[in-house]
């Protein structure tokens, strides 16, 4: 009987703890416009104070964000270029942006492509880390760019996992 109350009161701290944390994805909303569809968490709006700086150059597709953290998406005009002149812009902008102080690249899947990831090793002067992806699709270039207090790119990896080109 002893063990029976116990287990049932584990049980119940269980439960009541994981209804005490908040989660920024529980009620998750769909963007889908300028031929790009993804998911991004639920606390997040289009007039977020948190902005994104993008690569200069580029055509904004869609930004949204919170008070501390933020996500942009876009494209970079690469018309006349063929798939490998494309991957080849892809590859100078790394190493542009890994000179400018941000880490090694990592390889993640975006919409069924390879994309390259790098994180800023350091904070910057406001106290935010920046991720930044790239990737080609339809012989076209294209970024994402999420900032916020940690380096964890588990929330940019979550959105780019759900992103769909149209």
């Given at each position: 009987?002893?063990?029976?109350?116990?287990?049932?009161?584990?049980?119940?701290?269980?439960?009541?703890?994981?209804?005490?944390?908040?989660?920024?994805?529980?009620?998750?909303?769909?963007?889908?416009?300028n031929?790009?569809?993804?998911?991004?968490p639920?606390?997040?709006?289009?007039?977020?104070?948190?902005?994104v700086?993008?690569?200069?150059?580029?055509?904004?597709?869609?930004?949204?964000?919170?008070?501390?953290?933020?996500?942009?998406?876009?494209?970079?005009?690469?018309?006349?270029?063929?798939?490998?002149?494309?991957?080849?812009?892809?590859?100078?902008?790394?190493?542009?942006?890994?000179?400018?102080?941000?880490?090694?690249?990592?390889?993640?899947?975006?919409?069924?492509?390879?994309?390259?990831?790098?994180?800023?090793?350091?904070?910057?002067?406001?106290?935010?880390?920046?991720?930044?992806a790239?990737?080609?699709?339809?012989n076209?270039?294209?970024?994402?760019?999420?900032?916020?207090?940690?380096?964890?790119?588990?929330?940019?990896?979550?959105?780019?996992?759900?992103?769909?080109?149209?």
């Amino acid at each position: 009987m002893k063990r029976l109350i116990y287990i049932l009161a584990v049980v119940l701290l269980v439960v009541m703890a994981s209804g005490c944390t908040s989660d920024q994805w529980a009620s998750n909303k769909t963007y889908s416009g300028n031929g790009v569809t993804f998911s991004y968490p639920g606390t997040w709006s289009e007039n977020a104070t948190k902005t994104v700086t993008t690569p200069s150059g580029s055509n904004n597709i869609a930004a949204f964000g919170s008070n501390d953290e933020g996500f942009a998406i876009g494209s970079i005009s690469a018309s006349g270029l063929d798939t490998a002149s494309i991957q080849s812009v892809l590859n100078q902008l790394v190493q542009e942006y890994q000179t400018q102080g941000y880490g090694a690249s990592k390889s993640i899947t975006v919409d069924g492509v390879t994309a390259t990831m790098i994180t800023t090793t350091s904070k910057d002067s406001s106290g935010y880390y920046t991720t930044i992806a790239f990737w080609v699709k339809n012989n076209s270039l294209y970024y994402a760019a999420y900032v916020s207090t940690t380096n964890s790119t588990q929330t940019m990896e979550r959105i780019l996992g759900s992103l769909k080109t149209t």
